[in-house]
């Protein structure tokens, strides 16, 4: 049988969950004050219940991957080649413009280069 969390369970303050997490405890104190992790402030005191902070992390994992995959998708389909975009047409020039200009800027022919 899973237990509910007590809401009276012995919480701990910013060291302890900087400790267990590896951030600074001055991070953990400002996404505290910002409101961005479960956090009561008691007196002066912020105070952290392990078991929501726990559940937080595991949250913040998800919606990371989540977001994640949304940015690959997102690079994918920015790095679309032009001929996708232009609808399948690869170039406005002919190549045969393409070597003739060529031919004439090696044979020093072409003024504009």
């Known amino acids: 049988m899973t237990q509910s969390p007590n809401p009276m369970e012995k919480r701990v303050d910013a060291y302890v969950i900087a400790e267990r997490t590896g951030v600074p405890h001055r991070t953990i104190l400002a996404l505290a004050q910002r409101g961005e992790i479960p956090a009561a402030k008691i007196g002066r005191r912020w105070t952290f219940s392990p078991a929501r902070i726990e559940a937080w992390i595991i ?8 977001s994640r995959r949304a940015d690959i998708r997102q690079k994918n389909r920015r790095t679309a080649s032009f001929a996708a975009i232009r609808g399948g047409r690869k170039s406005s020039f002919a190549e045969n413009d393409i070597d003739r200009a060529y031919s004439q800027m090696m044979h020093g022919k072409r003024k504009d280069v």
């Open 59 to 66: 949250e913040q994992e998800t919606l990371n991957c989540q």
